[in-house]
């Protein structure tokens, strides 16, 4: 029972397997877009940094002060598809990790490496430092994220590769990296930026509108660029990546088990595409534009998900492995899983409503403070009923600095 012969996903597959297959590529989906901040941010930080462009790019500002917070997300985001995985594919999973044991451990001093390098990225005393020696700390942080993505794109297809275990159990080898790996981990490493230019995006429109400037204008045109020619080197790579595949495995992807995933991604694409492109000639985060990044963005990472998994599917025989699934959800507590998702996802919202909250009324604070501080009483009353009238607009259409329609210099009109 292998991809070729499996129905659509995850109906057309037993019903534990597909159960435990969509609470992976679930799981995993909100992991990939939440690496993709770190791993794409951080080599953003890093090419600004050397550049000597850091300070005056508000989207390099903004990865900087996010990216510590970024990378907690991502790493606890790991933790439920690496609990799924092990329920799925116990055996080639474990293997894997067995083969590679070192240079697999080392994911962990690695990735607190890059948690520090962040956090002194960020701190006051590394902003008196030289271009060189900022570049460096930011660039040693992009490294550390890079070896992560290296380790798992390698354990994943050592994974599939069964006739290559015993040698290198007998050889105590490291494992060789191949095309197919050196072509996945740049698939995975272009992919990741427009993924990391979607949630950018949301973050920069925020303080455009706080504070709008040329610099802001400046960033407009910059992360949408960006973000377009990612989006060309991914299709570019996937469509190489596929080519790469067997017989089987492109089956898998065009076939009845993941050809509407794979159809759903590319149209992700292009729907990214053509909002990227419209934020890019308008030169303005436009609100409804940035909606249809977001939402391409959605498309493509599920589409992947599953793509990415039929090829596995192709490789590894899902039979013998289907009647384990069927005896651990029988294994119960199931109900018990349902609960405490619910609650944890309360939590995790209550908690980020209650910062957007505090982070509203910080910026409240702080706008009160400036006009009050430049102009006066009269005039803190006029803000007052700025917001106001700004607080209608953002809830009917795009507003002006959204969609263009007065000068990106013109004072905000609106709270966020
Ligand atoms: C910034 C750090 C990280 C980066 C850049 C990263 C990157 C990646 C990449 C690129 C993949 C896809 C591999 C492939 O399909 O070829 C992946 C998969 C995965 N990652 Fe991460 N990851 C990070 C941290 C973590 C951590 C800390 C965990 C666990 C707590 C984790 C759990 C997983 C799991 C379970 C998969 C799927 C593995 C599989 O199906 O074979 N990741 N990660």
Redesign the pocket.
Known sequence: MTGADLGPFPLGLPAASGLYLSLYAGT?AL??VL?SY??AGSGYVAAASLLGARERDPAARALVDWLPFG?GT??TA??A??LF?QILYKES?YTANLLLFHRWMA?VPV?IA?FYLLYLSKSERAQGWPRLARAGVAGGAFAC?LF??WS??G???L?LEPDRWAPLYVTSATPAPTVEMLL?LAL?AAAAVPWMAAILAWQLRAQALREPGREHDRAVTRVSTVALVSLAATAGLAALYAGHLDPAGREAISGPLAGPYLRALQLGLAVQAAAWLRIRIGRHWSRSALFFVTAGAVVTVLGAVVV?ESVRLSRIDLGPLAGAHARIAEAGGMAGFFVFLLIASAVITWCALATRRALHARASAASTEGSGAGSGAGSGAGSDAGSDAGSDAEGGSDAAVNDGSASPDAEPTQPL
Do not use: K
């Open positions: 995993l992991h990939l690496m770190v791993l990378l991502a790493i790991g933790v598809p690496l995985v999973f994911i990735l890059g994220f992560t993505a798992w794109t354990n994943h297809l994974a996945r995975w990415r």
